[in-house]
Nanobody
Framework: QVQLVESGGGLVQAGGSLRLSCAASSRAFGINDAGWHRQAPGKQRELVATITRGGRTGYEASVEGRFTISRDNAKKTVCLQRNSQEPEDTAVYYC?????????????WGQGTQVTVSS
Protein backbone atom coordinates (compact mmCIF):
# COMPACT_ATOMS: atom_id res chain seq x y z
CA GLN A 1 0.00 0.00 0.00
CA VAL A 2 1.36 3.38 -1.00
CA GLN A 3 1.71 5.63 2.00
CA LEU A 4 2.72 9.16 2.80
CA VAL A 5 2.89 10.08 6.45
CA GLU A 6 2.76 13.69 7.57
CA SER A 7 3.98 15.10 10.87
CA GLY A 8 4.63 18.43 12.53
CA GLY A 9 1.16 19.92 12.82
CA GLY A 10 -0.14 21.59 15.95
CA LEU A 11 -1.03 24.88 17.56
CA VAL A 12 1.08 27.98 16.97
CA GLN A 13 0.62 31.68 17.65
CA ALA A 14 0.31 34.22 14.85
CA GLY A 15 3.74 35.24 13.65
CA GLY A 16 5.26 31.95 14.74
CA SER A 17 6.85 29.14 12.76
CA LEU A 18 6.07 25.49 12.18
CA ARG A 19 7.64 22.81 10.01
CA LEU A 20 5.59 20.06 8.40
CA SER A 21 7.20 16.87 7.13
CA CYS A 22 5.95 14.20 4.73
CA ALA A 23 7.73 10.87 4.43
CA ALA A 24 7.15 8.13 1.90
CA SER A 25 6.88 4.49 2.87
CA SER A 26 10.22 2.83 3.53
CA ARG A 27 9.36 0.39 0.74
CA ALA A 28 9.19 3.22 -1.80
CA PHE A 29 12.08 3.81 -4.19
CA GLY A 30 11.57 7.54 -4.12
CA ILE A 31 9.33 10.54 -4.69
CA ASN A 32 8.93 12.48 -7.93
CA ASP A 33 6.90 15.71 -8.03
CA ALA A 34 5.28 16.60 -4.72
CA GLY A 35 3.29 19.32 -3.04
CA TRP A 36 1.24 20.49 -0.11
CA HIS A 37 -2.46 21.31 -0.13
CA ARG A 38 -4.64 22.67 2.64
CA GLN A 39 -8.31 22.68 3.48
CA ALA A 40 -9.75 25.21 5.88
CA PRO A 41 -13.16 24.65 7.53
CA GLY A 42 -15.95 25.28 5.04
CA LYS A 43 -13.56 25.80 2.14
CA GLN A 44 -12.31 23.75 -0.76
CA ARG A 45 -8.91 22.15 -0.70
CA GLU A 46 -6.31 24.40 -2.30
CA LEU A 47 -2.76 23.95 -3.53
CA VAL A 48 -0.19 25.71 -1.35
CA ALA A 49 3.21 24.74 -2.68
CA THR A 50 4.83 22.39 -5.17
CA ILE A 51 8.29 21.01 -5.79
CA THR A 52 9.61 18.97 -8.69
CA ARG A 53 12.10 16.14 -8.30
CA GLY A 54 14.77 18.55 -9.51
CA GLY A 55 13.85 21.09 -6.84
CA ARG A 56 11.86 23.66 -8.80
CA THR A 57 9.29 25.24 -6.49
CA GLY A 58 5.99 27.07 -6.83
CA TYR A 59 3.73 28.79 -4.30
CA GLU A 60 0.20 30.02 -3.90
CA ALA A 61 0.25 33.83 -3.73
CA SER A 62 -0.85 34.16 -0.10
CA VAL A 63 2.03 32.03 1.23
CA GLU A 64 4.86 33.09 -1.07
CA GLY A 65 7.67 34.60 0.96
CA ARG A 66 6.38 33.00 4.17
CA PHE A 67 6.37 29.28 3.38
CA THR A 68 9.25 27.25 1.92
CA ILE A 69 8.90 23.79 0.43
CA SER A 70 11.96 21.56 0.32
CA ARG A 71 12.85 17.92 -0.22
CA ASP A 72 15.44 15.31 0.62
CA ASN A 73 15.46 12.71 -2.13
CA ALA A 74 17.69 10.33 -0.20
CA LYS A 75 15.33 10.35 2.78
CA LYS A 76 12.21 10.41 0.56
CA THR A 77 10.81 13.37 2.45
CA VAL A 78 9.17 16.67 1.55
CA CYS A 79 8.93 19.48 4.08
CA LEU A 80 7.01 22.72 4.39
CA GLN A 81 8.61 25.40 6.54
CA ARG A 82 5.98 27.91 7.62
CA ASN A 83 7.02 31.29 8.95
CA SER A 84 5.06 34.42 9.83
CA GLN A 85 1.93 32.37 10.19
CA GLU A 86 -1.49 33.99 10.16
CA PRO A 87 -4.83 32.80 11.55
CA GLU A 88 -5.96 32.41 7.93
CA ASP A 89 -3.36 29.63 7.57
CA THR A 90 -5.41 27.45 9.92
CA ALA A 91 -6.31 24.29 8.01
CA VAL A 92 -5.66 20.61 7.59
CA TYR A 93 -2.50 20.28 5.49
CA TYR A 94 -2.09 17.37 3.09
CA CYS A 95 1.01 16.14 1.35
CA UNK A 96 0.69 14.75 -2.17
CA UNK A 97 3.41 13.06 -4.17
CA UNK A 98 4.09 10.72 -7.02
CA UNK A 99 5.65 7.78 -5.19
CA UNK A 100 7.84 5.37 -7.10
CA UNK A 101 7.85 1.61 -6.47
CA UNK A 102 10.15 -0.02 -8.99
CA UNK A 103 8.64 0.70 -12.42
CA UNK A 104 5.27 1.69 -10.95
CA UNK A 105 4.28 5.20 -9.92
CA UNK A 106 1.36 6.16 -7.71
CA UNK A 107 -0.12 9.54 -6.86
CA UNK A 108 -0.60 9.35 -3.14
CA TRP A 109 -2.08 11.61 -0.48
CA GLY A 110 -1.10 11.77 3.16
CA GLN A 111 -3.67 11.52 5.91
CA GLY A 112 -3.51 15.23 6.73
CA THR A 113 -2.17 17.14 9.71
CA GLN A 114 -4.04 19.90 11.53
CA VAL A 115 -2.41 23.30 11.91
CA THR A 116 -4.12 25.92 14.05
CA VAL A 117 -2.80 29.48 14.17
CA SER A 118 -4.11 31.52 17.09
CA SER A 119 -4.38 35.29 16.96
Amino acid sequence: QVQLVESGGGLVQAGGSLRLSCAASSRAFGINDAGWHRQAPGKQRELVATITRGGRTGYEASVEGRFTISRDNAKKTVCLQRNSQEPEDTAVYYCIAEVVFGTAKFNSWGQGTQVTVSS
